[in-house]
């Protein structure tokens, strides 16, 4: 089985500050998603990247994919409260497309 | 709105009365995926469909069974609920056609209780 571990799993932080998620797996994916989740609610997309090394920015967040397409890192700058969730990447098996889940990070920013 | 819904929300049960929860997507897409998740353990697939009377085992899949008789609607079946299938329940949703990255839909959450 697949795993996909993610660091750190808790993340206490006050507004402003700078913070990475990384997530780390022994396997290649085809592509990597990153979520959102927030208390009572499901888990919201918010980047699929696709190629070896690829980053991409979605205001203040930025994600990348390892060169290797192993691992990926989330780095949030200036966290604001509206930032607080539980962050899930969940990597793309190559043929089936199934996605494998992280163990997740829980973000608390306090004002 | 695009969406996926669940019902119920949450439910209190007791070892083995059979309950369903039912799942259905407004979107037309093709593959339907119910998950659990638990503390620690992340969120791990009970049952997938590619399409409609297509189903197939995740990785968690004892204990339950799914039906896809509409492209719509993908409802789980718990035929004897034991306490340790306590957890949070999601559906999702996504396209499967080529280019898709299988970007899921996911639903609110049915918390579950079994006592």
């Known amino acids: 089985t697949q795993l996909l571990e993610q660091s750190p799993q808790f993340l206490s932080i006050q507004e402003g500050e700078n913070l990475t998620v990384y997530c780390n797996s022994s396997?290649?994916?085809?592509?990597l998603q990153w979520y959102r989740q927030e208390p009572g609610e499901g888990p919201v997309l918010l980047v699929t990247?696709?190629?070896?090394?690829e980053v991409k920015k979605l205001k203040r967040l930025t994600f990348q994919f390892g060169d290797a397409r192993k691992d990926s890192s989330l780095h949030i700058t200036a966290a604001q409260p509206g930032d607080t969730g539980l962050y899930l990447c969940?990597?793309?098996?190559?043929?089936?497309?199934?996605?494998?889940f992280g163990t997740g990070t829980r973000l608390q920013v306090f004002p | 709105e695009a969406q996926v819904t669940q019902n119920p929300r949450y439910l209190i049960t007791v070892t083995g009365k059979k309950l369903t929860v039912t799942c259905s997507q407004n979107?037309?897409?093709?593959?339907m995926s119910w998950y659990r998740q638990d503390p620690g353990l992340g969120l791990r697939q009970i049952y997938y469909?590619?399409?409609?009377?297509?189903?197939d085992k995740g990785d968690v899949p004892e204990g339950y069974k799914v039906s896809r008789k509409e492209k719509r609607n993908f409802p789980l079946i718990l035929e004897s609920p034991s306490p340790n299938q306590t957890s949070l329940y999601f559906c999702?949703?996504?396209?499967?056609?080529?280019?898709?990255?299988?970007?899921?839909?996911f639903g609110p959450g049915t918390r579950l209780t079994v006592t």
């Open positions: 999702a949703s996504s396209f499967r056609r080529a280019g898709q990255r299988n970007e899921q839909y």
């Open positions: 396997s290649v994916f085809s592509s």
């Open positions: 990247v696709v190629t070896g090394g």
């Open positions: 969940a990597g793309a098996e190559y043929n089936t497309d199934k996605l494998i």
């Open positions: 979107m037309n897409h093709e593959y």
């Open positions: 469909s590619m399409n409609v009377e297509v189903t």
